[in-house]
């Protein structure tokens, strides 16, 4: 016989309200059925959507929820690779260190295993993860064919031990070619501000600009004015492109050590300073490091979003307001030759492999996009939302309207969406990652 909470639960499911059948017949019409997000099904055929939506952009975004979505790894990896083979994308920039990822870049070009990917920097939420590896794996077999996907990276954090070893020895280096401009006292200075921020990076974020002495920070200040100052000799002695990999390499130490001043006691305002910083290095990816490369960019969703402004949240929180996502900051200046494509699934379990344990995302809430999409069936989709966007259309007006979702973190945020994301990419079922077995 039935307990009674189970009666009431019932009874309440009956009076549950049921998905718009309006929104669900325009998603069966309008979005594209995609069949598989196995990384090694290479039958794109029902991509061609994809490409289609995609056009001629020159910056794919991949986002994902929470950094331990399994699902939504799998299926990047499959756009990984058919971005690469079907669209001529170059590069695969990964939200690591821009510093530590030049020498993985390195390695694998000297056929070193793709298992130096942890060590030499790619964050271990992904290089550890047994469902983001195949995207990692299949960007290293490509170095032994004609046409490799270049791997990149582009925060301002530094994200191996053999980065923070090396970076100032690689500026100084950089500066004192032709004559000698930074001192023997700046490099110390400057190694001991890598060390500390790698401190930073690998200890949690717990530390606070305290704990080192000021002169590491006015080091790391002095090496940036020292490189923009004597440009013109440097390009000459080392290239263009090498001039904006050790300018950008100063940029990010400068910004870390900006963030570390922050600290966890003013947490958004650290991540803003990341942010500014990582939206600044994309773009100079695009503009100096990779010209005339398009890129795929493997990072949160909430990093690559923009027009938070379009986006409710608790009307008193002002740090909310005055957060600029990395997207923002890249998308004033690349605008629509970016395009960014937000993950999201109506049910299932996570687990970020830093964090000790997996959980529920729980069921869609009434009236969002993830309860009409769970209503197709489908279990894999795309929705473009560039043509919602500038279409003022009668059907798709839900869509421009603020409309709950939860692409980011698994938080229900209600928003105009197509002001924020190019794209949704539907796993109805979310899968945690696993660790994967070296």
């Not at 993985?104 to 983001?132: C, T, V, Y």
């Not at 090396?166 to 930074?182: I, T, W």
Request: charged share 25%; net charge negative.
């Amino acid at each position: 016989m039935a307990t009674l909470p189970i009666l009431v639960a019932l009874a309440l499911s009956s009076f549950a309200p049921e998905p718009d059948p309006t929104r669900v017949a325009y998603l069966k019409e309008h979005a594209v059925r995609v069949r598989s997000i196995d990384p090694a099904d290479d039958d794109f055929s029902d991509l061609a959507p994809v490409k289609a939506a995609i056009g001629d952009a020159g910056v794919v975004l991949l986002g994902e929820q929470s950094h331990g979505d399994g699902a939504c790894f799998l299926a990047k990896g499959r756009l990984v690779r058919f971005l690469h083979k079907e669209c001529g994308f170059e590069v695969l920039a990964f939200e690591s260190g821009f510093y530590d990822l030049l020498a993985l870049d390195e390695a694998w070009r000297r056929g070193e295993p793709a298992d130096r990917a942890h060590e030499l920097g790619i964050f271990g939420i992904w290089s550890l993860s047994k469902e983001a590896w195949p995207a990692i794996e299949y960007a290293h077999s490509t170095y032994a064919t004609g046409r490799p996907l270049t791997v990149a990276g582009f925060d301002c954090q530094i994200t191996s031990e053999a980065g923070a070893k090396s970076l100032a020895g690689f500026l100084v280096k950089h500066l004192n070619a032709g004559a000698e401009r930074a001192t023997p006292e700046d490099a110390a200075a400057l190694e001991q501000l890598a060390d500390y921020a790698w401190g930073f990076t690998s200890g949690g974020q717990k530390r606070s600009s305290l704990d080192v002495p000021a002169e590491p920070f006015a080091a790391g200040r002095r090496v940036r004015e020292l490189l923009r100052a004597h440009r013109g000799a440097l390009v000459a002695e080392h290239g263009e492109r090498a001039q904006a990999i050790a300018e950008l390499a100063s940029d990010n130490l400068n910004s870390l050590a900006d963030q570390c001043a922050w600290g966890m006691e003013e947490i958004r305002r650290s991540v803003s300073v990341r942010d500014e910083a990582m939206g600044k290095a994309l773009v100079a990816l695009v503009r100096r490091v990779h010209p005339g490369k398009r890129i795929v960019v493997w990072a949160a969703s909430s990093h690559n979003s923009r027009g938070r402004e379009h986006v409710a949240r608790d009307e008193n929180d002002a740090a909310w307001k005055e957060f600029r996502p990395m997207g923002s900051w890249a998308y004033d200046e690349l605008g629509d030759s970016m395009y960014s494509i937000a993950f999201t699934a109506a049910r299932g379990r996570a687990a970020n492999l830093a964090r000790p344990s997996s959980w529920e995302i729980g069921e869609p809430i009434a009236g969002s996009l993830e309860e009409a999409w769970d209503a197709t069936g489908w279990e894999y989709g795309f929705l473009g939302l560039r043509a919602v966007r500038d279409a003022e259309n009668p059907e798709s007006a839900w869509l421009r309207e603020p409309l709950p979702a939860r692409p980011m973190g698994y938080a229900w945020d209600t928003a105009e969406w197509p002001m924020v994301f190019d794209a949704f990419f539907w796993t109805r079922t979310m899968t945690r990652s696993h660790r994967r077995t070296p």
